[in-house]
């Protein structure tokens, strides 16, 4: 529409200057066209003629194309869940990472570009199972549509492993003394010096999750030396995304024997058999 309405001021301006005789003016548009996102030009001849002469003249319409778009491209990022307290903190973390990036897009040149994202339609990964997202950002103008990704990674943490705690047995004669109070004393000192091992042993091996926290459930249990009896333990593990609350272990104590011993037997006698003339 500009060419034909260029083509047509421009033969409006020959004719109204045109002075002497009575020429025709014609020229050699066809409706030529001319890409427009590639640019070029056009050009129109004119011709003025009469009885007596026949003048050319020419111009020309040029388009100049767009220059292309330029922008800087999209990041990944890479996160550790264990960084995050929660699903709501992943969340964020995600859409300030679209939004940073899109910032930095810095689009220029084309014809007004806009640019624009799928962000809105994206699952964000869980926290606890961690997963990787793609968001793609579209630049569109009037000649061209480009498009560009970036991943968005979430590392879920490891699984929590750990050394299990043992079972421990013990029997009376391993504490025993005439004391009763020191062989209760050495009981309760081995039933605790067990609980400080296992809780050792746990906290010692913990590994993966979010740093887990052990706990237990012992509180102050004890057992009586001269009854036969156990005690078990409960451990916790728990981290930001597991708790483990199955790990037991028992102590188990074996009272001292009955006292056995063999009854004494009656025994009959005669006055007579003191009788000192008696030699009996």
Excluded: K, M, R
């Amino acid at each position: 529409a500009d060419i034909t309405t260029w083509v047509t001021n421009q033969t409006n301006v020959i004719t109204s200057s045109i002075s002497g005789g009575s020429p025709d003016v014609t020229h050699d548009f066809t409706n030529q066209s001319i890409d427009i996102c590639t640019g070029g030009s056009v050009t129109i001849t004119w011709s003025i003629d009469d009885i007596c002469e026949n003048i050319t003249t020419s111009a020309t319409y040029t388009l100049n194309p767009a220059n292309a778009i330029s922008y800087t491209a999209p990041e990944d990022t890479n996160l550790l869940s264990c960084d995050y307290t929660d699903q709501t903190a992943v969340n964020t973390a995600f859409n300030d990472w679209v939004t940073a990036q899109t910032n930095a897009f810095s689009v220029a040149n084309g014809c007004s570009p806009v640019l624009a994202n799928d962000s809105a339609s994206i699952t964000i990964p869980e926290l606890c199972a961690g997963g990787s997202v793609t968001v793609t950002w579209t630049i569109t103008d009037l000649c061209e549509t480009i498009t560009e990704t970036a991943d968005f990674n979430l590392t879920a943490p490891a699984a929590i492993t750990y050394t299990a705690p043992t079972n421990d047995s013990a029997t009376a004669a391993e504490f025993d003394d005439p004391d009763a109070g020191v062989a209760q004393s050495n009981l309760d000192a081995d039933l605790a010096a067990w609980i400080t091992a296992q809780n050792a042993t746990i906290n010692g091996s913990v590994a993966g999750g979010c740093s887990p926290v052990v706990t237990n459930d012992y509180a102050g249990q004890l057992l009586n030396f001269c009854t036969s009896g156990s005690i078990s333990i409960t451990w916790t593990i728990t981290d930001l995304c597991e708790t483990i609350n199955s790990i037991t272990a028992t102590y188990t104590f074996t009272q001292p024997d009955g006292i056995s011993f063999t009854n004494p037997s009656n025994n009959t006698v005669d006055t007579c058999d003191f009788d000192n003339d008696n030699p009996v």
